[in-house]
């Protein structure tokens, strides 16, 4: 069965520091996608990256990062000098097989205070 | 493009009513699928239509339905509704529904009953 797992509820840090999402998951497909979204409270999902099975290269997008690690199961997310406008909740995803659709972990609760 | 959105964004109802929630996803998107969000349960994927066809389905009871018009937009409802069903329900629309297609959320339909 699939499953994701983040095992930090909540994680609090001051404004410009580094913070690291943890994200292990588990499938017996060869062929899958993880996803990061970030739930601000508004409530909606926004897609932040998609990464398939096949691509472990890291990757940067201004401030975040990810990093894909096959051997141990692990898709972690790093947003560098963080901001009081990251706080949201954040969702790590892989992919159904066969669909579009998600399994979802429940979600790392970011707050960054000035 | 216009995202995904849905009607109604706010909803109260009581104990055995049902209700009816719509979805219109991304010009172009002929895939759409909804989850529920609740604080105990994470996010749950709940179905998934793809030309006005179920194709997918998560594990709730029948009261849970669905349905996808000629359009792409869909519709979800909820009949002798119960406490438990009060959660955020969020559609998700992508290009095919296929393996590896992103999905994007729209803003939620957060529903209360009382």
């Known amino acids: 069965a699939q499953k994701v797992t983040q095992a930090q509820t909540e994680i609090s840090v001051v404004e410009k520091e580094d913070v690291t999402l943890d994200c292990v998951y588990e499938?017996?497909?060869?062929?899958?996608?993880l996803f990061w979204y970030k739930q601000p409270p508004s409530g909606e999902l926004v897609f932040l990256i998609r990464?398939?099975?096949?691509?472990?290269q890291n990757e940067i997008s201004g401030r975040y990062s990810w990093n894909f690690q096959k051997s141990t199961s692990s898709f972690n997310f790093t947003i560098t000098a963080s901001q009081v406008v990251d706080s949201a909740v954040y969702f790590c995803?892989?992919?159904?097989?066969?669909?579009?659709?998600?399994?979802f972990g429940k979600g790392t609760m970011l707050l960054v205070s000035p | 493009k216009a995202g995904v959105t849905q009607t109604p964004r706010y909803l109260i109802k009581t104990r055995g009513q049902q209700v009816t929630l719509s979805c219109s996803p991304i010009s172009g998107h002929r895939s759409v699928s909804w989850y529920q969000q609740t604080p105990g349960q994470g996010l749950q994927f709940l179905f998934e239509y793809f030309s006005e066809t179920q194709r997918n389905k998560g594990n709730f009871p029948g009261r849970f339905s669905g349905r996808q018009f000629s359009n792409s937009r869909s519709e979800m409802n909820v009949s002798t509704l119960e406490l438990g069903d009060s959660a955020l329900y969020l559609c998700a629309s992508s290009l095919e529904g296929q393996l590896g297609d992103t999905q994007y959320f729209g803003p939620g339909t957060r529903l209360t009953v009382l």
């Open positions: 995803a892989l992919s159904d097989p066969g669909y579009s659709t998600l399994t």
């Open positions: 499938t017996r497909d060869t062929t899958y996608y």
């Open positions: 990464r398939n099975s096949f691509d472990e």
